[in-house]
């Protein structure tokens, strides 16, 4: 069992940006593709970005340019870095694992999950 551990949200103004981390409890983390979903109330979870172990990645457009995605294997740690924050992103972030090498952006398909960090952000 693969335990996933969040930090780094909280409130910032628009504009604004946050780094968040997670650390996984698995050397085999490496070889998993890792996501960030987040889900805003009365929302579906959506996938934020993800990064695969080959070094492939994928961003919903609403953050594309604006976030990035990035592992330390050596740390058993992804990253996001996300900037020039809108309160449209406002939502508690997840982290997940999926123990493949293929990207996918449904959530049902990621095998861990970490407990989630709320990010606010204020107008």
């Known amino acids: 069992q693969v335990q996933l551990v969040e930090s780094g949200g909280g409130l910032v103004q628009t504009g604004g940006s946050l780094r968040f981390s997670c650390a996984a409890s698995?050397?085999?983390?490496?070889?998993?593709?890792m996501g960030w979903f987040r889900q805003a109330p009365g929302k579906e979870r959506e996938l934020v970005a993800a990064?695969?172990?080959?070094?492939?990645?994928w961003y919903a457009d609403s953050v594309k340019g604006r976030s990035t995605i990035s592992r330390d294997n050596a740390k058993n740690t992804v990253y996001l870095q996300m900037i020039s924050l809108k309160p449209e992103d406002t939502a508690v972030y997840y982290c997940?694992?999926?123990?493949?090498?293929?990207?996918?952006?449904?959530?049902?398909?990621?095998?861990?999950w970490g407990q989630g960090t709320q990010v606010t952000v204020s107008s």
């Open positions: 698995e050397r085999a983390f490496s070889k998993y593709v």
């Open positions: 990064l695969s172990w080959s070094g492939n990645t």
């Open positions: 997940a694992a999926r123990r493949s090498t293929v990207i996918v952006t449904t959530p049902a398909l990621y095998d861990y």
